[in-house]
């Protein structure tokens, strides 16, 4: 039974768009995102209750190394589909300070015309040292995005690490940013990022449209050659299942935007129509689930008390070299009241 202001927030939500709705969208992920016990038991009943007005959004990845235009493309696109009618909710990860633990890059204020815009809500937040430059929390975020209306949920990572694995792992399509001049044509053929991309785009084409060009071709002929052997949805050549493209845009006057978005409803279409988005979305929901026992236990390990007394003297020893990394480990778990082998 959530209390009277956990109440009044979830009717907020769900309610028709208003400020109201958009302070109760930003306070519910800032419990979400608390450290607190008390705050954690209320975020889980909200978002249980919730739960039933999810699903409902089509949810958009983007990746790309920084300096490829990310911010630039989500406002473009974002403003395109707002004017056709749709909601477009941004969850924006920044890579994290090592000293303040706050956001870097402040990709808010690098979406001025779609922040302010009544039809969106844009919520930066820290990566705050997560692996894959994915928030902790940006999955259930993305499910108070849902129940609060809107139907277009767009993921910006860091671009970095792991993070095209974590955003691929949590959206409908994965949308891999280029830039025309990276330097390296290495870039065009990372096995393991085009078996997980959707969608390749190569930006800022108005700079030069000869380079553009060239990296669409090149892109192009290097997944023929990749073979597709990681990704199911793209080792077979059956019409009624996507194959990833490659195209090429300019974020920054709108040119290509258009034809993004068509590619995007083709995508969700014979996605919808052959069964793989919903059961993309099992196996993400299967996924996050054990990923959050993960960190609990994790979490549970790091606060024991009988692991916090053992391993000051055990990460000693194993600095040391007195005692194996493998023994420690084994002991301090053991210290948890559990056997491991």
Known sequence: MMNPADQS??????????????????????????????????ADELLN?????????????????????????????????????????????????????????????????????EHAFIRPSPSSGTLGGVAEKTREALLVAEAAGHDIVIVETVGVGQSE?????????????????AGDDLQAIKKGVMELADLIVINKADIDPNAAMRAQA???????????QGNPDHATHQQDYWHPIVMSL??????????????????????????????????????WMWERI????????????????????????????TMAASVAARRLLEAMGHEFF
């Open 9 to 42: 927030l979830f009717e907020d939500l769900t309610g028709k768009p208003s400020p109201a709705q958009r302070r109760a969208l930003a306070k519910i992920i800032t419990l979400l995102e608390s450290t607190r016990s008390d705050h954690r038991t209320r």
């Open 49 to 117: 209750a919730l739960l039933p007005k999810t699903g409902k959004s089509f949810r958009l990845g983007i990746s790309g190394v920084p300096g490829v235009g990310k911010s630039t493309l989500i406002e473009t696109l974002g403003l395109y589909l707002i004017n056709k009618g749709h909601r477009v909710a941004v969850l924006a990860i920044d890579p994290s300070s090592s000293i303040s633990g706050g956001s870097i890059l402040g990709d808010k204020t690098r979406m001025e015309r779609l922040s302010v815009h």
């Open 165 to 181: 694995i974590a955003v691929a792992g949590m959206t409908d399509l994965f949308l891999l940013l280029q830039l025309p001049n």
């Open 218 to 228: 090149f892109i192009t002929s290097s997944l023929r050659l990749l073979g597709f």
């Open 250 to 287: 300019s974020a920054l006057n709108g040119q290509g935007i258009p034809e993004l978005w068509e590619s995007i409803l083709h995508f969700q279409k014979l996605q919808i129509a052959n069964g793989r988005l919903q059961e993309r979305r099992k196996q993400q929901a299967g996924s």
């Open 294 to 321: 993960d960190a609990g236990l994790k979490h549970a390990f790091r606060n024991h008390p009988e692991v916090q007394a053992l391993l000051p003297r055990f990460s000693a020893e194993v600095n040391a070299g």
